[in-house]
């Protein structure tokens, strides 16, 4: 820093000029860099930051997994995975773009301040070049905006909000996992097959954004099928024991509840709701149905015996029968002795197509990496062929129906695939009202 | 005793150097191990983690001036820091990305709630009042997650967007966030330099920060020995007494309530300031259990232990939930495999998912070991090395005499 | 009506949950003056009994079944829990079928040996310390435990279900004379509603009808007067230790088939638990259980959908509105005493 003499006058005045948009420094000052975090030795850093505690700990656990098997397969471990079905061949299993792919890992305790946090020091301490993972949506827009400053890509890993590419997406920032609109794009019409046209819905949501987003797309998509919608009600986030949430419903004429929870609190509504005899209910001379539409494997196996039966939706599940899931499955499934969850595959699957769109890019910096990945269609990554759509940054695939399975073989054979709803189906225009209000913005390199 | 300028006697004026000393060069002194060594993942030397540990220090200053001096245990003071951070993000979103005004208003608007809820709460004492704080707290937070959302945005915080109105920095240039500075030295920028094999970074925020903390020290060292600090004290020891030489001790633990609500609200300004995002998780009550156990780890009623207490806590989180299996099996590599193993899974399950482990484990052993805090733990050791019998500084002490008598708690009519 | 009746039970049955975990920490907080955090551990602790003796009652031995395949495409191994095969199949099965029960019985010389070695390893040495240090001591352990319990199982909610017998649920509206089906409520909360009576009823008789009791009670009221006496009252507040962690590991295992237990789930009930407990008065057991019961049955009415329209998100606070107001206009919560724990 400079030596001047600052007179109270001067500093105002400069003040003023900087306020009005002066060129600021960025991050990062050190000149030897071109972008943030150029890799200048042998190898690069990724930054998985994922929850280990709290109540996605589990979550965070898989996708860490998933995280290890990517890094084997780029460097050439292992038996290669998806990279022997991916449709693009610009890895050769040499690391990326030559350099041996290194990681960090870190802790969000899925919450925004200690996950930027943790980001943070990923980016600052570790010079992790991409920061990928996380189990919630608060926790992906947080992180998404941290990187877009600091000039670093994001590679978000499970959340589900319309908001991460819809009013809080960013240019640095990309989504291979489904949305709450495409939830209830592609569960409706199952729905109204199933139920029927002439349904009576009652909505209990969690009070968040994501539970927001959630009641919004699915009470959108089935009133569009004549789904009428009784009541929506806001839970608090944690409630623990919902029964006070659930006996209201057997006084309404409703008979459909759709439970818009995720997690511990979609195992608890869940729990109590079958508990207070919801699904013996005749009402209005049709069986009482409970939807759930967003389902999680590993969270299911909390609900026990009630998930059977109960319709949702997920974003891949490894039952799948394709190359690129069999090839995953088989090569987690043979270094942990379990099959992966949805979360571990997003996962999985962004650390490929990161790594990929360098290769093609032929560079880490991130805006090579933003033009090689806008736009980009591949296949053999499991949902079947599939677009990084460049006006938002998310990923359009199939999306799979599922349902609690009646009788399971095993303690992971939870759902079963009721139906493969082709991407065509779920797509929505860039500028739809409940994606509007965000801007991606220019990609930031540092 | 004799004063200097800065009003304060020899003995503290020496102190406040030495911590002038540490805040400034804490850059140098967090990155002991060389780079690219085994032992660099424990250095702390980067901007994010040195500025949480400056801002930490002075929520948990300011969180003593209330319990170390008064004994009013607040159950609820991280929700003057969400507020403060809430603040801060309203004004750089609203007038101008210039921290100054975003950092006065989250101590005003904090100051403001600390009164109204110390107003009211300070009707109780003892634990009806460490409630009332969390009740307080607790409304804030689930308000914040849930139904005032257009105001904080729930859960995903609080963040600048490219169509904010910013008044005072003009039209909106270019697609990227602008970001926090003073004056146009950007909060985020860095000077890096290379020297011994380490990489040391300076940043300015960080500096930034380090100049409020030392302030908000040099206060609370004036306060811990003004009149109104004895004054505070004697609310702490015996309030009927003081009731009785016809002194009312309500607006002083009031006045005390709303200093450290305000040093709460600009750590949480501050929070902001380094990074434009406000959760509502701030205000849970585990984060206000936080600065209290930060407070009771450092030394409850020193002066430099809660800053230390800041310091441990925020450092455990942030290095060790960071050393994976990965990272392990680098370090151990060297021992014969069997061996390694175990090893591993021992060191496992104290750090990356297990860090909460340690963090638990250090708490039991301090305040089993070391009653007075970590403090406590530093004066033996200083005090073994000189290997005589040092005078302790009587206000430093964590004054026995002061403490509850076990006595009277389970005392009845 | 229907509504609000249906409304007071569940109020009535968060109540007892609530009534017995506060009855756990009064004892314990109330009464020995103790600050414990680490009490949601114990209802933790609890919950997790049920779990593990119902992993115990499912350990397995595998056979292989050549004709289906499991997930890689290798022979599925079908476990058989070892208790089938030793008691036959139908006995077997119902052994699982009612681990939680059971787990009650299991639970109780656990919890009682949990307290014990808290009280004797830790807090003993933690009486005359600081209400700060035992804050601090407390949260350590809490933490530690719940680490411990997360290594083991995960930190995902688990499955626990009641037995079959009582998973459906009870027309309560019949007996009192309304039309059928209309107030209908789960077995397992009344019989979790009955069990809490049951339990607060006996920890109350204890306390009132024994020597012990009266002995205790004494302790509470002036420990130094009935040391003077000869009487050795750190015994005795041992077992108290031990008797409220059996009380609030109870609470867990009863819990458990509502709650799906996970590693977590002490941290969640730990404030809502001093409130009621400051709510219901320092040092107070009736005041204890009447503050739980209050605040469980205006959370549930709280969540009313007409009521919620007025006041939007009174659901999340009502029960920390009803702390407030009750503190500011009873000083020392519904029942409680001078002088405890007010300095």
């Known amino acids: 820093m400079t030596k001047t003499d600052l007179t109270r006058r001067r500093v105002l005045k400069s003040g003023a000029v900087a306020g009005a948009g002066l060129a600021l420094p960025t991050m990062f000052t050190s000149g030897a860099y071109a972008f ?77 301040d200690a996950a930027r946090a943790s980001a943070k020091s990923m980016i600052e301490k570790d010079g992790a070049v991409m920061i990928t993972g996380g189990s919630s949506s608060g926790v992906a827009v947080a992180v998404q905006g941290l990187c877009q400053e600091a000039g670093v890509i994001f590679m978000a890993g499970l959340t589900h909000s319309n908001d991460t590419t819809g009013k809080d997406k960013k240019a640095n920032g990309f989504r291979h996992f489904f949305n709450a609109y495409m939830s209830g794009a592609a569960l409706a019409p199952v729905l109204a097959a199933r139920y029927g046209t002439d349904r009576k819905a009652y909505h209990l949501t969690a009070d968040y954004t994501w539970g927001w987003t959630q009641e919004e797309s699915i009470a959108a998509a089935t009133e569009a099928l004549g789904w009428q919608t009784v009541n929506k009600v806001r839970t608090p986030l944690g409630a623990g024991d919902f029964s006070s949430y659930i006996t209201p419903v057997l006084q309404t004429d409703a008979d459909v509840l759709i439970l818009n929870h995720y997690g511990g609190d979609m195992v608890n509504s869940l729990t109590n ?61 043979t270094k942990y002795g379990f099959p992966p969850s949805q979360a571990a595959h997003t996962c999985y699957v962004q650390t490929l197509l990161y790594a990929d769109a360098v290769a093609r890019a032929g560079s880490f910096n991130p805006c090579a990496v933003v033009e090689a990945l806008e736009g980009y269609e591949f296949d053999g990554l499991g949902n079947g062929p599939t677009l990084y759509r460049a006006e938002d940054h998310q990923c359009f695939k199939d999306v799979l129906v599922v349902r609690g399975k009646e ?40 | 005793m004799k004063k200097n300028i800065l009003g304060l006697n020899p003995k503290d004026t020496k102190f406040l150097l030495i911590v002038v000393f540490l805040t400034l060069f804490t850059p140098i002194l967090l990155q002991p191990f060389a780079a690219g060594s085994e032992l660099a993942q424990f250095n702390g030397g980067y901007p994010d983690l040195m500025q949480k540990i400056a801002i930490f220090g002075i929520f948990a200053v300011g969180f003593n001036i209330l319990f170390g001096l008064t004994g009013y245990l607040s159950f609820g003071h991280a929700a003057f820091l969400g507020i403060g951070s809430y603040a801060a993000v309203w004004m750089f979103k609203l007038l101008t990305m210039n921290v100054i005004p975003g950092i006065l208003l989250a101590m005003v608007v904090s100051g403001l709630f600390a009164a109204a809820i110390g107003y009211v709460s300070l009707r109780r004492s003892g634990i009806y009042f460490s409630i009332l704080t969390l009740a307080f707290a607790q409304m804030c937070y689930k308000m914040a997650y849930s139904v005032l959302t257009p105001l904080t945005n729930g859960e995903t915080g609080l963040q600048l967007t490219l169509n904010d109105p910013r008044i005072l920095d003009g039209a909106q240039q270019g697609s990227s966030l602008p970001v926090t500075n003073i004056f146009g030295l950007a909060m985020n920028s860095s000077y890096k330099v290379e020297a011994l094999g380490r990489v040391f970074t300076f940043n300015v925020g960080f500096y930034f920060c380090a100049v409020i903390a030392i302030l908000a020290f040099y206060v609370a060292i004036r306060l811990f020995r003004s009149p109104f600090g004895m004054m505070l004290r004697a609310v702490k020891s015996n309030q009927q007494r003081m009731t009785y030489t016809g002194l009312d001790p309500k607006p002083y633990t009031l006045a005390a309530f709303v200093i450290s609500g305000m040093y709460a609200g600009l750590a949480g300004g501050l929070l902001a300031a380094m990074d434009p995002l406000a959760g509502a998780d701030r205000m849970l009550w585990t984060a206000s259990g936080e600065v209290v156990i930060m407070t009771i780890l450092g030394g409850a009623g020193t002066l430099m232990g809660p800053v230390l207490g800041a310091g441990v806590i925020k450092y455990l989180e942030n290095i060790f939930s960071k050393i994976n299996e990965g990272v392990l099996h680098d370090w151990f590599s060297f021992l014969p495999d069997g061996v390694e193993d175990v090893v591993i899974w021992v060191f496992a399950r104290f750090t990356g998912e297990g860090w909460h482990l340690t963090l638990g484990v250090t708490f039991m ?49 | 009506m229907e509504t609000i009746l249906l409304q007071l039970l569940n109020g009535l049955d968060k109540g007892s949950a609530y009534a017995l975990i506060a009855l756990g920490l009064t004892l314990i907080f109330g009464t020995l003056g103790v600050v414990n955090f680490a009490h949601g551990a114990l209802f933790m602790i609890g919950a997790f009994c049920a779990v593990t003796l119902s992993r115990l009652l499912n350990l397995s031995f595998e056979t292989v079944d050549p004709t289906r395949t499991d997930f890689l495409g290798n022979p599925l191994k079908v476990k058989t829990p070892y208790v089938e095969a030793w008691f036959g199949p139908d006995f077997g099965h119902a052994l699982i079928d009612w681990s939680v029960p059971l787990a009650i019985l299991f639970s109780i010389p656990i919890m009682i040996a ?57 027309d309560f509206g019949a007996l009192l004379g309304f039309d059928p089906n209309l107030i209908i409520y789960p077995y397992w909360r009344l019989i979790y509603f009955g069990f809490a009576a049951v339990v607060i009823g006996a920890v109350f008789s204890f306390l009132q009808f024994t020597t012990f009791g ?84 205006l959370e549930s009415f709280a969540s009313m959908n007409w009521i919620k329209d007025i006041i939007p998100g009174i659901d999340q606070i009502i029960i920390y509105v009803v702390a407030i107001v009750i503190l500011l206009t009873r000083p020392r919560g519904l029942m409680g005493r001078k002088g405890v724990m007010e300095e």
């Open chain 2, 365 to 413: 052993l301090v305040v089993t070991f070391l009653p007075g805090g970590l403090i406590e733990g530093l004066k033996r050791l200083a005090s073994r090395i000189r290997n005589g019998s040092q005078k302790r500084d009587k206000y430093d002490d964590p004054d026995p005499e002061h403490r509850p008598d076990p006595g009277k708690r389970v005392a009845g009519e």
């Open chain 3, 214 to 297: 009266m002995v205790v009670r004494a302790g509470m009221a002036d420990r130094e007067t009935v040391g003077l006496l000869g009487i050795n009252i750190d015994r005795r507040f041992t077992l108290m230790f031990g008797l409220a962690a059996a009380v609030a590991g109870m609470a867990g295992v009863m819990y458990a088939p509502i709650l799906s237990p996970n590693y977590h789930m002490g941290m969640d009930f730990l404030v809502l638990s001093f409130v009621v407990v400051v709510v219901g008065g320092m040092g107070s057991l009736p005041g204890a259980v009447a503050a739980g019961f209050l605040l469980g049955i």
């Open chain 1, 273 to 333: 709701a079958v508990q207070f005899g919801l699904r013996d209910k005749m009402v209005n001379g049709k069986q009482f149905e409970i939807v759930v539409p967003l389902f999680s494997r590993l969270m299911a196996r909390g609900a026990g015996e009630n998930i059977k039966g109960i319709l949702g939706s997920t974003n891949w599940h490894w039952s799948l029968t394709d190359e690129g899931s069999q090839a995953f499955v088989k090569s987690f499934g």
């Open chain 3, 114 to 170: 949990v307290g014990f070695i808290m009280e004797r390893g830790l807090i003993k040495h933690f009486y005359k310390r600081p209400h700060a240090d035992q804050i601090l001591v407390t949260f350590g352990l809490a933490i530690v435990l719940q680490e411990v319990i997360k290594y083991v199982y995960g930190a995902n909610p688990i499955s626990t279900p009641a037995p079959d017998a009582f998973k459906g649920s009870f």
């Open chain 1, 407 to 446: 009788n399971p073989t095993s303690e992971f054979d939870l759902l079963e695939v009721v139906e493969i709803t082709p991407a065509a189906q779920v797509t929505y225009a860039p500028d739809h009202p409940m994606f509007a209000g965000g801007a991606l913005g220019e990609c930031n390199a540092g």
């Open chain 1, 36 to 112: 943030t975090n150029e890799p200048m030795g042998g190898t690069v850093t990724l930054g998985f930051n994922v929850p280990q505690s709290g109540p996605y700990a589990d979550e965070g656990a898989d996708e860490l997994r998933a995280y290890q098997l990517a890094v084997e397969h780029l460097n050439g471990e292992g038996d290669g995975g998806m990279l022997n079905t991916f449709s693009s061949k610009a890895l050769e299993g040499n690391g990326i773009l030559g350099k041996k792919v290194d990681y960090v890992t870190g802790d969000t305790q899925t919450k925004s």
